[in-house]
Structures are given as structure tokens and as C-alpha cells.
């Protein structure tokens, strides 16, 4: 199960975005008529900024959720009364459904098979819901009559909440239980935004408002995924190289740092594959993220780990960084292959210490713990060196 604080971080901006695009539509009098004007202008630009940052780096589900969501607006403003409201009926069902199909799906290249796929899919959805609002089947509409509830849920049909109560479940389940927390709430946050926004489709403005709430939050969210990209490890979760450097120009006049390194990696990974080695350094970052007193860890390159205590002495923060090493000492690790599985261990030794008045900059105190990490290893690895 995730971490509560972070199930909160992921959920709190998207729900923030929402909360004060919510607030502006119930008070909408207080905002000048021009300003309300300008509304679907600002849809439309801020649509194709964030498709083209998403096309520009190769985030294409983000072009398969807003291209129809743009087309939707679209058939709001200029279809008739009777094919709007068609339009309404349809798109209450089918949309969040896709959005838990891209939230779901991998991201590939727009040209690559998947891509293609992708799209063929969009246009032959786009293409049957424009089919059954020119051409009305009386069977399916039924399907939106059927009563579910015994309270109404006018203008949204009871067929349209199941599926909607269905999709949210999914996606609580994803936050609670998946990794990739910051789609996850990111597109609970779209898909509430847009039930809102159907449910009060009758109030003055508020498709504008709800619907540029979910653009930005998929610019948030792109944002969010450029930082990710530049700052954290793919393969670890873990901040990586360049976060570790940031965070070090903010350190303060006390702080202890340790380097870290998986014993006999190279001859692991060559006894048993690179991907087998993938999944240990998947492992052992796992164990080092959840260092205590206050520390945080980075992968620094290959088998090598950076855990920085900001403010701490060296006596505290070796305890913690012994009680990792011990932790993932005693964590079995299973190594599988066809025929048989084998149980194995695997063991980290580090240096560790706190910088001092000779060190010029934090690099020299990382030298020094480097050096620590050394005479770990001459010392018999697993086993951490503070000095």
C-alpha cells in the first residue's frame, strides 16, 4: 500500500486546481464579464499549448485525452439543442471510460504500432459517437432511461453514475496500490472534475471552467512529469544525480553524508543477468528511501547510493544508516529462473561522515565519505565506516 503522505501530495494539487475552478463558477458574479468572455478563447489556447508540449515530449496520452475533450466543447458550442444533449448523454459514459483506458495504457511513441493503435482507436470512437447522434438508435437511448436510483440523478443518467462509481473505485484502488501516484490522482481529479461539470452542466460557464480546470491539470501534471524526468532516477524512483546536487547547494552549516554501495554487484550481474541485477538495485533503493532521522536518499550512479542528513551529526546518522545495511542484509532476495528458484542475500557496505571546517564544499565531504566507503569494503563489506 502507498504512503499516506504520499497518496496526499499526488491528490492535493490536482485537487486544489479543481477546488478553486469550483469556487470561481459559484461566484462567477464577482469575476468582470469580460473576463467570462474570453473563457473559450483560453480552453482553446491552453489546449494546444499543452498538446504540443505533450507531443514535443513523447507524453502522447495526454493528446489522446484532450483531443476528444476539445472536439466535445466543440459539439457543445455549435451543435443543436436536441444534438447536444445527445452529445451529453454519450460522451457521460464513453469519456470517463477513456480516460481509464489512456490512464491505464502505457506510454508509446505517436508513429509506433501502439501509437497507431492509439489513434485508430480515438477516430473509430469519435466516428461512432458523430454516427449515433446523426443517426439515433431508440435501443440505446433506452439504456440511458433505465432507473438505477431511487433518488434522480437528472441531468447525468443512473447508467452513467454506475459506470462513473466503477471507474472512481478503479482509480481509488490505483492510488492506494499502484506506483505511478502522480497519474493516478491526477486522473481521479479529471475524471471528478468532469462529472462535476456534467452534473452542473445547466450553470452559466461552468463547461468553460470545468474543462480548463482539467487542462490545467494535465499541464500540472506535465510539469510535474518534466521534473520527474529531470530530478529522479527511472529504474530506482530515487532522486538522482542532479537532485542530489540541488539539494546539497541548500545544505545549512551541520549536515553528515554517506556513500553506499551494493557488495560484488558486478560479479552478481554477471552471474545472474542485468535484469536480475535491475530488480536488487530496485530493492535496495526501496529499503534506502525509507531511511529514518531525517536523511534522504539518492542514487548517485550504477550500484552507488547518496544518503544525506541534513543538520544531523555523524553518531545519529550512522545509527540509521547501520539499520538499513542490517535491514536489507536480513531481506531475502529470490532469484528465479525457469526451473528452480534460489534464495540469496544481498549485502551494502558505506562511508559516513559529517563535514567539517577543512571541507571547502559539500563535494569534499562527499570525497571524504568516499573514502570512508573504501575502507568498508577493505574492512569486509556490509559494514558502514563513519569517521
Known amino acids: 500500500m502507498n504512503n499516506p503522505k504520499a497518496i496526499f501530495v499526488n491528490v492535493a494539487i490536482p485537487l486544489l486546481i479543481a477546488i478553486t475552478f469550483a469556487l470561481l463558477v459559484f ?13 473559450p478563447y483560453v480552453f482553446y489556447i491552453l489546449s494546444a499549448i499543452v498538446m504540443f508540449i505533450s507531443w514535443h515530449f513523447n507524453r502522447n496520452r ?40 489512456f490512464l491505464i495504457l502505457s506510454e508509446r511513441g505517436l508513429f509506433s504500432l501502439w501509437g497507431n493503435l492509439k489513434t485508430a482507436f480515438v477516430v473509430i470512437e469519435t466516428g461512432i459517437i458523430i454516427w449515433f447522434i446523426e443517426y ?11 432507473k438505477l436510483f431511487i433518488f434522480d440523478t437528472f441531468p447525468l443518467s443512473d447508467i452513467s453514475i454506475v459506470i ?24 481521479l481529479l479529471i475524471l471528478i472534475s468532469l462529472y462535476a461539470t456534467l452534473y452542473f452542466v445547466r450553470v452559466q460557464n461552468v463547461i468553460e471552467l470545468g474543462f480548463i480546470a482539467i487542462v490545467l491539470i494535465i499541464l500540472v501534471l506535465l510539469i510535474r512529469e518534466a521534473y520527474r524526468l529531470a ?6 524512483s530515487l532522486p538522482g544525480r542532479r537532485a542530489l546536487i540541488e539539494d546539497m547547494a541548500k545544505l545549512g552549516r551541520k549536515y553528515t553524508l554517506a556513500m553506499c554501495d551494493i557488495d560484488h554487484f558486478k560479479k552478481f550481474n554477471d552471474t545472474y543477468g ?55 542484509a536480513k531481506t531475502p532476495f529470490v532469484v528465479r529462473n525457469k526451473k528452480s528458484a534460489k534464495k540469496i542475500f544481498i549485502n551494502i557496505s558505506a ?16 570525497k571524504r565519505a568516499d573514502n570512508a566507503l573504501y575502507k568498508a569494503k577493505k574492512a569486509g563489506r556490509n559494514t558502514v565506516i563513519k569517521e
Open 164 to 187: 462513473g462509481l466503477f471507474i472512481l473505485f478503479i482509480m481509488f484502488s490505483l492510488i492506494l496500490f499502484n506506483h505511478f501516484l502522480m497519474y493516478n490522482g491526477s486522473f
Open 231 to 236: 530530478f529522479y532516477d527511472e529504474l530506482t
Open 62 to 101: 495526454f493528446l489522446f485525452v484532450l483531443f476528444p475533450l476539445v472536439l466535445i466543447y466543440i459539439g457543445f458550442e455549435f451543435l443543436p439543442a436536441s444534438k447536444a444533449t445527445l452529445l451529453f448523454k454519450y460522451i457521460s459514459i464513453i469519456f470517463p471510460l477513456h480516460l481509464l483506458i
Open 136 to 146: 439515433p438508435n431508440p435501443m440505446i437511448l433506452d439504456i440511458f432511461k433505465i
Open 274 to 328: 542485468h535484469d536480475t541485477g535491475d530488480e536488487v538495485l530496485k530493492m535496495v533503493a526501496s529499503k534506502l528511501a525509507n531511511v529514518g532521522g531525517g536523511g534522504k536518499a539518492y542514487r548517485y550512479g550504477g550500484e552507488e547510493f547518496t544518503l544525506l542528513f541534513p543538520s544531523k551529526d555523524v553518531d545519529e546518522s550512522f545509527v540509521h544508516a547501520d539499520i538499513l545495511r542490517e535491514s536489507i
Open 351 to 366: 562511508g559516513i561522515v559529517q563535514n567539517s571546517s577543512k571541507d571547502k564544499d559539500p563535494f569534499a565531504t562527499m
Open 27 to 39: 461566484y462567477q458574479n464577482k469575476i468582470p464579464s469580460f473576463l467570462l468572455g474570453i473563457l
